[in-house]
C-alpha cells in the first residue's frame, strides 16, 4: 500500500530531510532575509526533481517548487523565519522540514499517485505575513488544497484564529522645551491614548485585543519631540468585530488628539489578517492519518488569542493548520525554552509525525479526487456563508 510505502521511505529519507531543518533552526533568519534557509530547501528539492522559482511575486524569499502536473493540486507551505534575539522560537524550521519531508517522500513515489505537487515557501510570517500578499497577486489560484502544521504547546486541528488590523499612530504638536507645559505634547498625548486602549483591551478581552509599543517618543527629556508615534495591533474574532474596534481606535485616538491640542494621523503598517477557516472534511482526513501514530485529535473548534497569515489562504483555498504538541506540552511558543525543545529529539520526533502524517493525508487527497470536490463543496458553502 502507498501508505506504508510512504511512511517506510520517510524513515528511509529522515537523515536529509532532519539535517536541512537542523540547519535552518542552526542558522535563523529574520523575515525577508532567509537566503540560507531558502538555499538549503531548494538544494534539497531540487534533488528530488522539483522545479524551483525564487523570487516569486517580488518577493526575495519566497518561492514555488513543483513536481509533475494535472490535477489535483496539493500544496505544502513552508514557513522559515526567525524571531528576534531568541530564533526559531515559533518552531518554524520544523514547519519548513515536515512541509518539504513529506513532498520529497511523494515525489519518490511517483509512480504510485497522480496529480501536481507544490511546495510554496513563505517567508516573513513572524512580521509582514507574506502569504497575505501570495493570496493577493493569485499565488494560490490554481492550488486545490493548502496544508500545513504547526509545533505548539497543545496537540489541536481546528483551530479559529483572530482576524488582525495593524496601524500606526502618530501624534504631531509643538516642538520645543519641555517646560513649556503639558499642552500640544505629542509624547502625551500617546502615553495617554496607550493607556486608553490598554483600558479597552481589558474591557472586551480576549473577543477583542489592542496592544501596542512605542517606538518613537523623543530623544531627551528636556525637549518636546515633534511627533510621537507607537504601533498597535488590533484583533478580534471576527471580521465584522475586528471593523467595529478600528473604527472605536480611530475615534479614541481624534478624542486624544484633540484633548491635548496635537494633530494624529493613522496608517497601516502590516496587511491584514483574517480568521483561520479550518475545512472540517479536510481536517477529518488529517485526523484519521494521524490516528495510525497515536496522535487524538477531535475536530472541536479551539479559539486562540493570536493571529496568522494563513487565516487569509484559509478564505481562499481549503485549508488545514494543525498544532501538534512539541515535547510535553508545557513550554509555550516564542519563549527561549520553546527556541531549545525545538532544537532537540522532541523538536525531531514532532516533526518527524507531522511530516508523515501530511504525507499520508495528501496521498488520499490524490488517490479520492472526488474527496477533493467534497472539501470544495464545504469551502464554498463557507465562504458563502461568511460573505466572501
Known amino acids: ?44 528539492l531540487v534533488k528530488y526533481n522539483f522545479s524551483f522559482q525564487c523570487p516569486i511575486y517580488g518577493l526575495q524569499t519566497a518561492f514555488r517548487a513543483q513536481f509533475n502536473e494535472g490535477k489535483p493540486v496539493i500544496c505544502f507551505l513552508a514557513e522559515y523565519d526567525a524571531l528576534p534575539e531568541i530564533g526559531h522560537g515559533c518552531g518554524h524550521h520544523l514547519i519548513a522540514g515536515a512541509s518539504i519531508g513529506a513532498a520529497i517522500a511523494l515525489a519518490t513515489l511517483k509512480e504510485r499517485w497522480s496529480g501536481s505537487l507544490i511546495v510554496l515557501g513563505t517567508p516573513s510570517e513572524e512580521t509582514a505575513g507574506a502569504k497575505v500578499q501570495l ?71 480576549p473577543k477583542r485585543q489592542i496592544d501596542g509599543v512605542i517606538t518613537s517618543g523623543g530623544v531627551t527629556p528636556n525637549l518636546i519631540p515633534e511627533k510621537a508615534v507607537g504601533k498597535f495591533y488590533l484583533r478580534a474574532e471576527t471580521i465584522e468585530l475586528l471593523q467595529e474596534t478600528i473604527n472605536d481606535f480611530r475615534e479614541m485616538a481624534q478624542k486624544v488628539a484633540k484633548k ?32 495510525l501514530f497515536g496522535i487524538k485529535m477531535d475536530l472541536l473548534p479551539q479559539k486562540i488569542i493570536g493571529s496568522m497569515d494563513m487565516g487569509n489562504v484559509s478564505w481562499v483555498v481549503p485549508s488545514i493548520h494543525p498544532f501538534i504538541q512539541l515535547g510535553k506540552g508545557k513550554i509555550a511558543a516564542h519563549t527561549p525554552e520553546f527556541t531549545r525543545l525545538a532544537g532537540t529529539m522532541e523538536g525531531e520526533q514532532t516533526m518527524k509525525l507531522a511530516t508523515k502524517t501530511l504525507a499520508l493525508t495528501a496521498a488520499q487527497l490524490f488517490d479520492k479526487p472526488r474527496l477533493v470536490e467534497e472539501i470544495w463543496q464545504e469551502h464554498i458553502r463557507s465562504r458563502n456563508l461568511s460573505g466572501k
Open 260 to 291: 491635548n491640542n496635537t494633530k494624529v494621523i493613522l496608517n497601516n503598517f502590516e496587511p491584514r489578517y483574517l480568521p483561520m477557516q479550518t475545512n472540517r472534511k479536510l481536517a477529518e482526513v488529517f485526523k484519521e492519518k494521524a490516528k
Open 135 to 205: 493570496v493577493e497577486k493569485g499565488a494560490f489560484d490554481n492550488i486545490d488544497i493548502a496544508l500545513m502544521f504547526h509545533p505548539g504547546h497543545s496537540t489541536v486541528l481546528n483551530i479559529a484564529s483572530q482576524a488582525l488590523e495593524a496601524l500606526e499612530v502618530t501624534f504631531i504638536g509643538f516642538q520645543g522645551h519641555s517646560s513649556r507645559g503639558q499642552e500640544g505634547n505629542p509624547l502625551v498625548a500617546l502615553v495617554n491614548f496607550f493607556q486608553e486602549a490598554q483600558n479597552y483591551k481589558s474591557l472586551y478581552y
Open 1 to 44: 500500500m502507498l501508505e506504508d510505502k510512504l511512511i517506510r521511505t520517510i524513515d528511509d529519507l529522515w537523515p536529509e530531510i532532519w539535517r536541512t531543518a537542523l540547519y535552518i533552526y542552526q542558522n535563523p533568519e529574520l523575515g525577508g532575509q532567509e537566503y540560507k534557509a531558502v538555499q538549503s530547501i531548494k538544494d534539497l
